[in-house]
């Protein structure tokens, strides 16, 4: 029972560096989505997506891409990582069927720290 | 456009009281609501949702919401709080969108004082 999976758990970047977070799902759900989670906040979606290859922004997208190349696979990357993206990212799917009516299954998160 | 709020950051409550933490919710249309645990250190934990039909929804350990419309609030309740219900709860409203998004409170920290 994986669920959802997200690599890695913790990584420190300096200004200006680059890095891909990648989340994997195996319950063949539709939807996929990245948060970040920050203080005082709440969860802020970053980007989504309705189905393999197809993104969309969310509330927070600027300074990040995504791709979502295979069903299972929804990547976040930070092509010049600022001090400003030092957050907690968190992935998560779903889907809507009968008896699944649009919650969210999340992973374990992702701890940035950008120096 | 739909959003929730949570009136309180943090909420105390003495273990074997009652506790309840406060959401309420702005939308056009029926609202799809939910509420959400996160342990120290881990992911959000999916507690109840409500979506039509009785307004007192249950859900895991021992959890319910009582949904009401003319409040426009969703306050998830216990009748008893243990200790280890010590966590970050948050409060959600399904986005209407085709994003299948869910919309987040700024959470609310509980803590059971043993």
């Known amino acids: 029972n994986a669920g959802v999976t997200q690599t890695p758990k913790f990584r420190v970047l300096k200004t200006g560096q680059s890095m891909t977070l990648l989340c994997a799902q195996d319950?063949?759900?539709?939807?996929m989505y990245w948060y970040r989670q920050d203080p005082g906040m709440g969860l802020r979606l970053i980007h989504y997506?309705?189905?393999?290859?197809?993104?969309a922004k969310g509330e927070v997208p600027d300074g990040y891409n995504v791709s979502r190349l295979k069903k299972q696979n929804f990547l976040l990357g930070l092509e010049s990582a600022a001090p400003s993206q030092t957050s907690v990212y968190f992935c998560?799917?779903?889907?809507?069927?009968?008896?699944?009516?649009?919650?969210?299954?999340f992973g374990e998160g992702s701890r940035l720290t950008v120096l | 456009a739909q959003s929730v709020a949570q009136p309180e950051d943090q909420v105390n409550v003495a273990e074997g009281n009652p506790l309840t933490v406060k959401c309420t919710y702005s939308?056009?249309?029926?609202?799809?609501l939910f509420w959400y645990v996160q342990y120290p250190n881990r992911g959000l934990q999916f507690l109840l949702k409500?979506?039509?039909?009785?307004?007192l929804v249950k859900g895991s350990y021992g959890f319910e919401a009582e949904f009401n419309k003319s409040q426009t609030s969703f306050h998830l309740k216990k009748p008893s709080a243990l200790v280890s219900d010590s966590a970050l709860y948050f409060c959600?409203?399904?986005?209407?969108?085709?994003?299948?998004?869910?919309?987040f409170g700024t959470g609310t920290r509980l803590t059971v004082i043993p």
């Open positions: 998560a799917s779903s889907t809507w069927t009968a008896s699944n009516t649009g919650e969210l299954f």
């Open positions: 319950m063949n759900h539709e939807y």
């Open positions: 997506s309705v189905g393999e290859g197809t993104t």
């Open positions: 939308v056009s249309g029926n609202p799809y």
């Open positions: 409500y979506i039509t039909g009785d307004n």
């Open positions: 959600a409203v399904r986005d209407l969108t085709g994003a299948n998004n869910l919309f």
